[in-house]
Nanobody
């Protein structure tokens, strides 16, 4: 069983930055891959970025090169650094990890104003 808690969302102006964090607990995470997803109102949940246990990363085209996913296994935490934010980045951002089961956090709201 893994619990994921996101933090770091908020209201930011166009062009600003935010750093999201995802704290994992319940079991060792060093061997897990993690992902960040976003869900805008009325839309499906879409992948933003993935990072595997070897720290290989994948990004959605819409966030390259503005976003960076990273992990700190000593803190059991995964991060999403978001720079040059745009209004279309506004969404609830979710952290996820998967092994035998898929786990999701509760999400953190990011709102980018014009």
């Amino acid at each position: 069983q893994v619990q994921l808690v996101e933090a770091g969302g908020g209201l930011v102006q166009f062009g600003g930055s935010l750093r999201l964090s995802c704290a994992a607990s319940g079991s060792s995470i060093s061997g897990n891959a993690f992902g960040w997803y976003l869900q805008a109102p009325g839309k499906q949940r879409d992948m933003v970025a993935h990072i595997n246990s070897r720290e290989s990363t994948t990004y959605a085209d819409s966030v390259k090169p503005r976003f960076t996913i990273s992990r700190d296994n000593t803190k059991s935490t995964v991060y999403l650094q978001m720079n040059s934010l745009k209004p279309e980045d506004t969404a609830v951002y979710y952290c996820t990890t998967w092994a035998k089961y898929t786990y999701w956090g509760q999400g953190t709201q990011v709102t980018v104003s014009t």
